[in-house]
């Protein structure tokens, strides 16, 4: 009965959201069990090399974030990224196109794939979880075709998206120096916006908390680059997938898009009246996931220097979706942020680095990162249930 | 101010002769009404009797077959929700329409948020939330909490302070305490009251009699999409309105 609320004022945190901690426990732990197992696991050089690893997907990862946020689903992106890699497979070597043309149209495809979904699911109002099972067979398709009678292409050694991709590292100063960049314009903003709190009289955060932050960024961005340096160092294509984890959280915490996002992700309905362009916005997150698992089929093309017809293949689909979810992404829209890519991804990376060093094989993997994405929507049905508790 | 200089008042907004059917069923027929400064008009009636309608009418997400609206002496039609919001109706719906994983200052400023740049001036909103809510003596347990975590007392005060945003003359407020407790009922009630008495007007639709005697200056009755009776809040008993409602007059009451 609604008479035995709480009343006003004294509302609990119950449903208080935990943000990335969840995970970073978990990634913790993992870590500590995996290099428990083998000391190998925590070295320098498997480390770069998770991270390598964990780009490409991580790039897929984000675009899965956008699509969940707004309450939707994308089940294709492994798909998009396997035909993004062929597409640029053909045009480096067979087409002969320059590096950045194969690239570009790679990513073209996809965002034309994303507008596609968008259309369907707002003009023809497809559930977007079948319309991307479409997706992902038609993709299948065109990607086999498109890869020809051979089934596989190699791409040249020399081109350029495989050097990026496998043997470019940031120089050791510029790793450093863009660690202390991160670190120092974190607070500098929060001072900025301090002073104007101030100057409105809003209640202003203790300085201290600032501090400890501050220097828990410090310790979060310096302390693994120099590790990795003490081996190659941070890969190019590391810093990229970070470097747009940044700009899609920008987008999505600071921009009337973002906003947008995530309101029509919690209630459509509200987001509609409010003035919000829903369609737009629907097909916006479509096309930036697609998009982003074009070219996150691109990077792993250039990584393993080939395209074939596994590629973004077998369980990519859904691990990226996995790593959204145990990245701290609701499947039930309107909550997440863009680092449940990286930290997501990282986790479920991790399982795989960790039990193939272990000389596994993928059944433990499988069902590893299965419990650990049941775990991860467990918490997060448990968030959504607590929340109306408090409420009408 | 007193009842007499509110009356002398010229409407804010008025309704003239409305009428909407959907099919063959007469949901508003010939309704007029008249909103002022300063002033709550109660809309009741009983299930089925045009309330929600006459509801979709102000807030221009339905446009009626036939009628007009007045406001500062020029008729106009209302045609979409944003021309309403224009000519300074801003309605609540029931279901509120907030986003529950967005918080209270994401909410108030929902559609309508302010920029610096292409960059949400967050400070700003915050400051203009704060200022808006101490105005209207709203507490909450933190502008960032979303508003999955606030009672639904204080959704529905979230929800006013919204439309109020926008500056509007006339504030429609559609069963703002049907799934309220009494504590929360009561506060809602408290907030109404000044919001009338910060000079706007109010339509509050109910089918809570007691809401309706405690803060509405007039009532007006709808019956089976007609007006059944216009009463001052203040003199009409409850049996009054409950027989202009179910439509047995008692005698002596004029229906108009």
Known sequence: ?392 | MSDEAILAEPAAISLRGVSHSYGAVRALVDVDLDVRGHEVVAVVGDNGAGKSTLVGVLSGVLVPDAGEVVVDGRETQLTSPGLARGLGIATVFQDLALCEDLDVVENLFLGQEIRRGPMLDEVAMEREAQRLLAQLAVRVPSLRAPVAELSGGQRQAVAIARALLGEPRVLVLDEPTASLGVTQTAEVLTLVERVRDSGFGVVLVSHNLADVQAVADRVVVLRRGRLNGEFDADVASYEQIVAAITGVAPPGEAAR
């Open chain 1, 1 to 392: 009965m609604s008479v035995l609320r709480t009343p006003a004022g004294t509302v609990r945190w119950a449903g208080r959201d935990l943000g990335s901690w969840p995970v970073l426990v978990a990634l913790a732990m993992l870590w500590l069990v995996f290099q428990a197992a083998n000391p190998n696991f925590l070295s320098a050089d498997n480390l770069v090399n998770l991270a390598l690893q964990v780009a490409p997907l991580g790039v897929l990862t984000l675009g899965v974030v956008l699509v969940l946020l707004v309450g939707q689903i994308d089940l294709s992106t492994g798909a998009v990224s396997g035909l993004a890699a062929a597409v640029v497979a053909v045009g480096l070597s067979q087409q002969r196109w320059p590096g950045w043309l194969a690239v570009l149209v790679a990513i073209a495809v996809g965002a034309v794939v994303g507008a596609v979904y968008g259309w369907a699911f707002t003009r023809l109002g497809l559930p977007s979880f079948v319309l991307t099972l479409a997706g992902l067979l038609v993709t299948l398709g065109v990607q086999m075709r498109v890869l020809g009678t051979t089934g596989s292409l190699n791409l040249p050694f020399e081109s350029w998206l495989v050097r990026f991709s496998q043997q470019a590292f940031l120089p050791d100063w510029l790793g450093y120096l863009l660690a202390a960049a991160l670190t120092l314009t974190y607070p500098a903003i929060r001072l900025v916006e301090r002073r104007r709190r101030a100057a409105a009289e809003l209640p202003l955060e203790p300085g201290r908390d600032l501090a400890v932050r501050t220097a828990l960024l410090a310790v979060a961005t310096l302390l693994p680059t120099w590790y990795l340096q003490t081996n190659r160092g941070i890969g190019a294509s590391v810093a990229l997938f970070l470097l747009l984890v940044l700009v899609v959280d920008l987008l999505l915490r600071r921009t009337r898009w973002g906003r947008s996002v995530r309101a029509v992700g919690s209630n459509v309905g509200s987001a509609h009246r409010a003035g919000f362009a829903v369609r737009h916005v629907y097909v916006s997150a479509f096309v930036a996931c697609s998009s982003l698992a074009a070219l996150g089929g691109v990077m792993q093309a250039g990584r393993l220097a080939a395209a074939n017809q596994g590629s973004g293949g077998s369980d990519t689909n859904l691990t990226v979706i996995a790593a959204a979810v145990i990245g701290g992404t609701s499947l039930f829209g309107g909550r997440g942020s863009a680092w449940s890519a990286p930290l997501g991804m990282l986790v479920v990376g991790t399982i795989s680095s960790g039990l193939t060093l272990l000389n596994l094989d993928s059944a433990p993997r499988y069902i590893v990162t299965g419990l650990v994405l049941a775990l991860a929507v467990t918490l997060d049905a448990l968030g959504r249930r607590r929340a109306p508790a408090t409420g009408r």
